[in-house]
Nanobody
């Protein structure tokens, strides 16, 4: 019923920047909390940043003061601006959201397919 699509990943040198986008589409009544995760090969998925429907944010300590999460409720989109990128930030980045479908009373957890971020030395 609901689809999330990430975009904006790519190759960048250390110290550079990337802006990731997450677009939610489908029969959406409301999008609650939106979250960015990342996962490197052989590792568990890690929370990067979270933004609630009221705009409240929190970040992993490793990205605090470098990354900024934001959202556009009218467009059902979330963004992750990544500055001062480091090689350790190389991961697949995933968008996650709690979504209330039209004519439903429950919240669905939806995941995107991920976008690759590669940071070279």
């Amino acid at each position: 019923q609901v689809q999330l699509v990430e975009s904006g990943g790519g190759l960048v040198q250390a110290g550079g920047s990337l802006r990731l986008s997450c677009a939610a589409s489908g029969n959406i009544f409301r999008v609650n909390t939106m979250v960015w995760y990342r996962q490197a090969p052989g590792k568990q998925r890690e929370l990067v940043a979270r933004i609630a429907s009221d705009g409240t944010t929190n970040y992993a300590d490793s990205v605090k003061c470098r990354f900024t999460i934001s959202r556009d409720n009218a467009k059902n989109m979330a963004y992750l601006l990544m500055n001062s990128l480091k090689p350790e930030d190389t991961d697949v980045y995933y968008c996650n959201a709690g979504v209330v479908p039209i004519l439903r009373d429950f919240v669905l957890e939806s995941w995107g397919q991920g976008t690759q971020v590669n940071v070279s030395p």
